[in-house]
């Protein structure tokens, strides 16, 4: 009896070993295929972006069984990539970044490192900025200026600057002018004063894209003189100017006044510059006053020249002496 016994408390407890072990090594199976799940990125390695760039990733677990999975994106540094909950990454600027991806019910993650490069800029060879060159044209008057620029495309108006030096002071005080065109004439100038000019040019928006240099013109104005002439004539003479003086000029212009303030007519057109008289054969009755300036022809158009102080045709036989009218 007590060997049977025996034996089936034997068989007993050698089934229940048996069932230990295979309960262990199920735990263990379940255990080595919880361990085989991962998490995949679609994207491996580093990511290259450019600045303003965007891009999305997606996320999955591999998994022996069908579990539920919820991803959650999160980035290292949100001001050089930002991603949002679909998976979406925006580059902000310049500089490096890792972008993780968690499953929350299993815990897994991945990551991928995010590279931003500024934005690629193509080295495009442009034309320089606008220039203003600022010319003389005439110098024997100091009153026309014009000037050149490129890109002209770009050029809405000028600003002309003019001014000169007052006594006991060595600032230049400057007067404007704007003006769409590539010329000007400044008048009513005095003789023998000095006369700085620049132009400055402005784009569409108003804002000033180019200035010239400075020009320094020194204004002349012919010297005029009226002496009588057999038959009762006015003769008209005025002084030529010197070699450097003339250069540019084309003739001289003689004007006539019943009144020394009067409105001044065109009497005679002298196209050289050589002759510096002009008799006056029918001039009216009374005394007349006369007044000269210098032109050049540039194409279809005349330049002009200061106008002289006027003259009277009483003073005769001598140079003038000049009037303060214009």
Not at 182 to 194: D, E, T, V
Not at 301 to 326: E, L, N, P, W
């Amino acid at each position: 009896m007590w060997r049977k016994g025996t034996m089936s408390g034997i068989r007993v407890l050698l089934l229940a070993v048996l069932i230990v072990d295979l309960l262990i090594a199920g735990s263990s199976q379940a255990a080595s295929g919880a361990d085989a799940a991962s998490l995949h990125i679609s994207e491996e390695g580093e990511i290259f972006l450019t600045s303003g760039e965007k891009k999305t990733l997606s996320a999955s677990v591999d998994s022996a069984s069908d579990v539920q999975t919820k991803i959650v994106w999160t980035t290292s540094n949100e001001s050089i990539v930002q991603i949002n909950e679909q998976g979406e990454m925006t580059a902000n600027k310049k500089g490096t970044a890792t972008v993780q991806a968690k499953e929350i019910y299993s815990g897994l993650t991945g990551s991928v490192t995010v590279v931003v490069k500024p934005e690629k800029i193509e080295c495009v060879q442009r034309p320089v900025n606008p220039s203003v060159t600022l010319k003389k044209e005439t110098d024997f008057a100091g009153t026309y200026l014009d000037w050149s620029c490129y890109r002209e495309e770009d050029i809405s108006y000028f600003i002309v600057f003019f001014g000169y030096k007052p006594e006991k002071r060595s600032k230049v005080i400057y007067e404007t002018v704007k003006t769409t065109k590539f010329s000007c004439a400044h008048k009513h100038l005095q003789k023998g004063r000095k006369y700085y000019y620049y132009v400055s040019a402005f784009n569409h928006e108003g804002k000033k894209i180019a200035t010239s240099s400075k020009l320094a013109i020194r204004a002349t104005e012919p010297n005029i003189g009226v002496q009588r002439a057999n038959g009762g004539y006015n003769e008209i003479v005025w002084k030529r100017q010197d070699k450097k003086r003339i250069r540019g000029i084309s003739g001289y212009r003689i004007y006539r006044s019943k009144r020394a303030d009067g409105t001044y007519k065109c009497v005679k057109q002298i196209n050289s510059p050589k002759k510096i008289s002009w008799i006056d054969k029918k001039p009216p009755y009374g005394t007349c006053y006369y007044k000269v300036r210098a032109f050049k022809k540039k194409g279809k158009k005349r330049i002009y020249g200061v106008m002289s102080k006027f003259v009277a045709s009483d003073d005769y036989y001598s140079m003038a002496k000049m009037g303060t009218g214009r």
